[in-house]
């Protein structure tokens, strides 16, 4: 809700209305996927980027190369078990990922995908 939150602040609109007080845990929150983009299936690709996928082209918001994102765009970040989405940070040189307290700097190569916000 991280990069949500921020793209509402920059846009006025909220990409996360359809998810807000609809789970309370990772399970719901995987229901709650599922029923905004459809079963997975057999498919092997994170429900981080699933959502992501559907939330950006419902809102209309193009993709652009992971490392031509500019400020205030958001990006799909590899992590060690999965995938994170951050927002890239006013410098243009970092991007901002949700912690565990606050938020935190990685750097923009870690960028795999980005979309324009």
Known sequence: MFVADAVQAMTGIDIAAEFRGVYRSRAAAMGAIARYCGAAGHERR???????????????????PALRAARGDMVLVRRPRDFSLG??????????????????????????RAWRV
Do not use: K, Y
């Open 46 to 64: 994170s429900p981080v980027a699933r959502i992501v996928e559907a939330v950006a082209a419902t809102h209309q918001m193009g993709e652009v």
């Open 87 to 112: 927002i890239v940070a006013m410098n243009g040189l970092r991007i901002l990922i949700a912690a565990e307290v606050g938020f935190g700097p990685i750097a923009m190569d870690r960028a795999v």
